[in-house]
């Protein structure tokens, strides 16, 4: 048959097939042989699934997401680039059919995901931290599936909190609380559950101001310096801790700049900050000069938008913050520093405004640097001021101050 016989020489399909769903690949390539289509429509289809799987590689998607709304998306994306042929869409819907069902709790995180993406308004960034404290619950109280929702009591929801209060840091305890108040309001009023379970959730006690923020001493400030310039990732990651390190940005701020953020007139880029605030920032002439150093020869080419991709195919941008994180802990493993209570992304970030707290720089000036919105949350950096402090300490009996 002409299809099998396309099939058996396409560099395409033997591309998709050696991917990472491979064996979807197959049995959706199994239906083209069914349907009898012929040898263009078939590498229309295959290249369509193809656009699709790179798409979502550089999104937030995984295959439990894909659904007739991400498919429209998606054309949408594609129609932006290129024509749109009327069997695309028949294509994607046939790629639906061959996934796997849902499991009944993969059915469950996905209905708690477009309720807070339609009724909560939440960002995807904020929708994920929710996900992994839901199917640990799920999974020790709610085992049965979304038939056994109804049957979760009040006992049921104290006992879960008592086991795993002390697991984690005060911190992240709240969060564990915060992520069950939402899907427990969401579970009564969806009418899943009649009782009002979210009230029966205690706060957990976190005391304000209560620690001292982590930063990098002036000596071993030279995290930057462990970045090989020579090598191509060497000067993506380099560009990368310049803007950490100077510009203060957080890691999903970084991650999520595109080519289009950047006016190079004006040198001012546009941060996606928290909140879905939009901050314009400035572009220090040495973070220019390192970004334009990695886009003339360390990015790779890639139709995609974001200023730092990756470097290993495909070429697209990271999914989270959390790669910048790790890029960040890799930099300071590379030049030995160690003692610093958290490694990652933010420890620059709190480096910065205790180097400018030092510099004679004011509250308000450092605040408006970070884009805090609170004033309180700027003031915990006077708590590194070590010397200003002792100005303000009472005489210890005896003397001593």
């Not at 890799?330 to 003692?339: C, K, N, P, Q, T």
Request: proline letters at 5%; charged letters at 25%; one cysteine or more.
């Amino acid at each position: 048959m002409e299809v099998e016989e396309y099939l058996g020489r396409s560099r395409l399909y033997r591309r998709l097939r050696s991917g990472p769903h491979g064996q979807l690949v197959e049995r959706y390539a199994a239906r083209l042989v069914e349907g009898r289509l012929v040898r263009h429509g078939a590498w229309r289809c295959l290249n369509v699934v193809g656009g699709l799987l790179s798409w979502i590689a550089g999104r937030r998607y995984k295959l439990v997401d894909l659904d007739e709304q991400v498919v429209e998306r998606y054309l949408r994306h594609r129609g932006r680039r290129q024509s749109i042929q009327p069997g695309d869409r028949a294509a994607l819907k046939r790629w639906l059919l061959v996934l796997p069902p849902l499991t009944p709790h993969e059915r469950i995180f996905k209905e708690f995901d477009a309720y807070l993406r339609s009724e909560r308004g939440l960002a995807p960034r904020s929708i994920v931290r929710h996900l992994p404290v839901i199917r640990r619950f799920l999974h020790e109280v709610c085992s049965g599936g979304a038939a056994a929702l109804c049957k979760i009591n009040q006992e049921d929801v104290i006992r879960y909190i008592e086991r795993h209060a002390k697991d984690w840091s005060p911190g992240t305890g709240k969060a564990m609380c915060w992520s069950l108040r939402a899907f427990l309001r969401y579970l009564h009023h969806r009418g899943l559950n009649a009782r009002p379970l979210a009230d029966c959730v205690p706060s957990m006690r976190r005391w304000k101001l209560a620690t001292l923020p982590t930063y990098l001493p002036a000596a071993q400030g030279k995290a930057l310096d462990g970045c090989d310039r020579e090598m191509v990732m060497g000067r993506r990651d380099y560009a990368i801790l310049l803007l950490l390190a100077k510009l203060g940005l957080r890691a999903n701020e970084v991650a999520t700049l595109t080519l289009d953020d950047i006016d190079w007139r004006a040198s001012e880029m546009l941060v996606c900050a928290k909140g879905r605030q939009r901050a314009r920032m400035p572009i220090p002439p040495d973070v220019g000069a390192t970004i334009v150093a990695y886009l003339r020869s360390g990015r790779p080419k890639s139709s995609c938008r974001r200023l730092f991709v990756r470097t290993l195919a495909p070429h697209v941008g990271f999914a989270s913050g959390c790669a910048i994180t790790m890029i960040a802990k890799a930099a300071l493993d590379r030049v030995g520093i160690e003692g610093c209570a958290h490694r990652g992304a933010h420890i620059f970030r709190h480096s910065l405004a205790t180097e400018l707290l030092r510099s004679g720089a004011t509250l308000s000036e450092i605040g408006q640097l970070l884009r805090h919105e609170n004033h309180g949350t700027t003031r915990i950096y006077t708590k590194v001021d070590i010397d200003a402090l002792r100005t303000l300490s009472l005489p210890w009996p005896g003397g001593v101050q």
